[in-house]
């Protein structure tokens, strides 16, 4: 029903900055959540932000808050990261994922990525020291 296809990775000093977008196809997505997901080399796919049906609540990891700016623009069925103070640590592959609809009173965890029913190919982030 959902399909989501990242882009803007690419390869940034320490303390630059990059926007990624993620365009979803369908007509269901300003009824989901979103989230941001990240895997470096050797690590677990890990919790980077999430946000909202309607873009009023925003959830970020320790390690990004007030770095990086999660958002959305529902008309254009798009989600945004964007990235700002880049560090090493950084580096990884960055993907974007779509919750299930909310029906009733079911609910689900931003930072659990058995929660989301969609997901992208990923796009690559790579910082230099």
């Known amino acids: 029903q959902v399909q989501l296809a990242e882009s803007g990775g690419g390869l940034v000093q320490a303390g630059g900055s990059l926007r990624l977008s993620c365009p979803a196809s369908?007509?269901?997505?300003?009824?989901?959540?979103m989230g941001w997901f990240r895997q470096a080399p050797g690590k677990e796919r890990g919790f980077v932000a999430g946000?909202?049906?309607?873009?009023?609540?925003?959830y970020y990891a320790d390690s990004v808050k007030g770095r990086f700016t999660i958002s959305r623009d529902n008309a254009k069925d798009t989600v945004y990261l964007q990235m700002n103070s880049l560090k090493p640590e950084d580096t990884a592959v960055y993907y974007c994922?779509?919750?299930?609809?909310?029906?009733?009173?079911?609910?689900?965890?931003?930072?659990?990525?058995?929660?989301?029913?969609?997901w992208g190919q990923g796009t690559q982030v790579t910082v230099s020291s």
């Open positions: 369908g007509r269901t997505f300003s009824s989901r959540a």
């Open positions: 994922a779509a919750q299930p609809i909310i029906r009733g009173s079911g609910t689900y965890n931003y930072t659990v990525s058995h929660d989301y029913e969609y």
């Open positions: 946000i909202s049906s309607s873009g009023l609540n925003t």
